[in-house]
């Protein structure tokens, strides 16, 4: 058995006072280590008494961490042997967001899409200023996305009214990043996304399939032509246990 060790910080630390409760950052904990495959299938995991020690917490805490992970078929009790991780094959392979559009369609490409709302009523987003000027009017979508058939993220995003004309039933049933740089009449002159890390609301763990308050990735995306009119505007939730970012760091 895997021994790595994480210190929850003691109730005096400032980080005591998170909203998220005790028991889901030690599930998120234990969680990412049967999804890295730091406990594997079929491995016993250290018991509550042990884990309590590790964490710096009680025992209760501990154990409905682990009744949590239970409910969620990552762990499987054994009478007179302890709590055994479960086989883990179906697990969703990690999503990987690099740094690029090319890289970025392609992953959208591999995942799977379900309409939640749509409105071509002269939808418009709501920008920071100096972000980039609004066109005529706005096409808004708000999707729930699919890796292996569990939801990984939540997009609210505006396309250009004019854009999303030229093909309304490809942008309709079909990842809207990936069609953008296959039409040639559409020039993303600048594309800019900004990431912080937060904990799930109500409806995003309802949508998601986690318990309130796990982290998760809010990520803005905006795509500007050359005059820096916004043809794309996105507000996206990623569960933070199955996205990985790659950034490459310039030399």
Sequence with gaps: ????????????????????????????????????REWPAGSLIPTLEALAQEFGVARVTVRQSVQLLTKEGLLVPRRGHGTVVTLTQDAPKTVVMKSSLRSLASMYES??????????????????????????????????????GKPYALISLY???????????TFRTHA??????????????????????????????????????TPVAHVTRIFLDASDKVLYYAEVVYRGDWVKWEIELQT
């Design 159 to 169: 396309l250009l009214q004019e854009i999303f004309q030229r093909s309304p039933e």
């Design 176 to 213: 809207v990043i990936p069609q953008l740089l296959k039409m040639k009449s559409v020039k993303i002159h600048r594309a800019h996304q900004a990431m912080t890390i937060g904990a799930a609301d109500t409806e995003a763990a309802r949508l998601l399939r986690v318990q309130p308050g």
């Design 111 to 148: 995942t799977s899409a379900k309409m939640l709302t749509y409105d071509e009523s002269h939808a418009m987003p709501k920008l920071q200023p100096g972000a980039g000027k609004l066109g005529k009017s706005y096409v808004f979508m708000r999707r729930q996305h699919f890796t292996e």
């Design 1 to 36: 058995m895997v021994n790595s060790t994480y210190k929850i910080p003691a109730v005096s630390s400032p980080l005591a006072e998170s909203p998220i409760p005790l028991y889901l950052r030690v599930a998120d904990i234990l969680r990412e280590r049967i999804n890295k």
